[in-house]
RNA sequence: GGAGAGAUUCCCAAGUGGUCAAAGGGAACGGACUGUAAAUCCGUCGUCUUCGGGCUUCGAAGGUUCGAAUCCUUCUCUCUCCA
């Protein structure tokens, strides 16, 4: 195996009490000041958002969907379309998850093997066949800033027995990925310039996040991922589990913690080392009418707000909170107007991007203890999103 | 004036002798959502309850029946058509 030098991604600084740290991850679309929170557009959207929004909500990078794209409109078409950059009209980086997380959620319509895993598509049955390999070409059709390799995400709970299986599967495919990334590598005369993410997995059993942790940062990826967490269990179990995987993963690239998007395991992820998250909750949350706040959400259809003439969070600079109150935004969403998914995901994956961005000047300014204290003590409204 | 049709729990609307506190939909009230098969899904929705059940409802009043939202009588109101 080949090795890239590590310039692309550098721990800016550390925080003395806990494993946070702020970094920048360069990457030829683009630096991404870590830590970061990616909204999701599995279908090359962010779901009722326009790339406006986005930029205005400071997303330096948003994901997007390997096994969505391919089923529909197919990855030939991006890339006769020029790319994905292109076709969505989206300049900064973007990250696309491999369908790893589809063999989970997707579980009762696959089968898995140590070759592939065999889906049926979701728009019309037919069967779907993927293998690390073609997962990692489908990316570079997309040309995706950051292509994920191919993993096994066990559900919760799982026996371990079978953990261990989906640890080892996700390591064999994680080598077949590299390789086939250095393949694509050969094919460009060493010029590509995209990235490649490897994915820890282990359920929450400590000796196998340890032995896939080893594993898996044993391939020189540019950054490596924590996945199968956030799939059910409880948030202190979560806690736990990232806190003695992330010690089994090297400080000097970033680590990715898919899938979660509460602002309590946010800002605990951070405390544990994480840098990158995603997360498809605000713009959910945000079509299902709740609107995220450090400390709860607001359930926007609730009768409580027929009246109320204040904006969401007075502390809050984006667009729907400084031009509507919650009395507007109630009616929108009883009248199932389309503008009410939109304004809600405007303010839920701007308050998102901005506490990871709060984390960060935290971080950089030495106060992350303070922060992460006032966030203990809910005092974080006192700050300005 | 004549001939029909109809009135069901907030609204629309099933139900034509027991299995009916009454289908279904809407509204209302509440909840869930973590690498998106999600503008989705789930509760509650007469009333009281020690959760066993009790009590009051199907325009109104009487009646038939062991038993009525359902059958009969009268009344009230609404709609359609003809003069």
């Known amino acids: 195996m080949s090795f890239h030098k590590n310039e692309h991604f550098q721990v800016l600084k550390a925080d003395k009490k806990s494993k946070a740290r702020a970094g920048i991850l360069k990457t030829w679309r683009g630096d991404i000041l870590t830590p970061v929170f990616m909204p999701v557009g599995t279908c090359a959207t962010v779901k009722a958002l326009t790339m406006r929004d986005l930029t205005q909500s400071n997303a330096q990078i948003i994901l997007a969907n390997t096994y969505h794209l391919f089923i529909r409109p197919g990855h030939e078409l991006i890339r006769q379309a020029g790319g994905l950059h292109k076709f969505m009209g989206w300049d900064r980086p973007i990250l696309t998850d491999s369908g790893g997380f589809q063999v989970f959620s997707l579980s009762k319509m696959r089968k898995i093997t140590d070759e592939s895993v065999v889906f049926r598509s979701f728009k019309d049955g037919a069967k779907c066949e993927f293998t690390p390999e073609k997962v990692a070409r489908i990316q570079e059709a997309f040309g995706s800033t950051i292509m994920m390799v191919l993993d096994e995400c066990v559900k919760y709970p799982e026996v371990e027995k079978k953990a261990e299986i989906a640890v080892e599967r996700t390591f064999k495919w994680a080598k077949r990925s590299y390789k086939e990334y250095e393949h694509i590598q050969q094919e460009h005369n060493g010029e590509f310039k995209n990235f490649m993410f490897g994915i820890v997995q282990g359920s929450v059993y400590k000796e196998l996040r340890k032995r896939s942790a080893e594993q898996i940062t044993s391939i020189p990826f540019h950054g490596y991922a924590i996945g199968g967490l956030s799939v059910g269990e409880p948030n202190e179990l979560m806690y736990d589990v990232l806190d003695y995987t992330t010690d089994y993963m090297p400080l ?134």
Not at 354 to 381: P, Q, T
């Open 252 to 385: 000097e690239k970033p680590r990715y913690l898919m899938g979660v998007g509460e602002v309590n395991d946010i800002i605990e992820g951070i405390a544990r080392g994480v840098d990158m998250f995603d997360c498809v909750l605000p713009t959910r949350l945000g079509r299902h009418g709740a609107l995220m706040t450090p400390y709860e959400k607001i359930l926007i259809k609730n009768a409580a707000y027929r009246t109320d003439f204040t904006p969401i969070m007075p502390n809050c600079s984006c667009y729907t909170c400084k031009n509507f109150t919650r009395a507007y935004l109630h009616h929108l969403f009883r009248a199932e107007e389309i503008l009410s998914s939109m304004l809600n995901s405007i303010h839920n994956v701007h308050f998102l991007v901005r506490l990871a961005e709060l984390c960060r000047m935290a971080l950089i300014n030495g106060n992350f203890n303070e922060f992460y204290n006032d966030y203990k003590k809910g005092e974080l409204n006192k700050y300005a999103f």
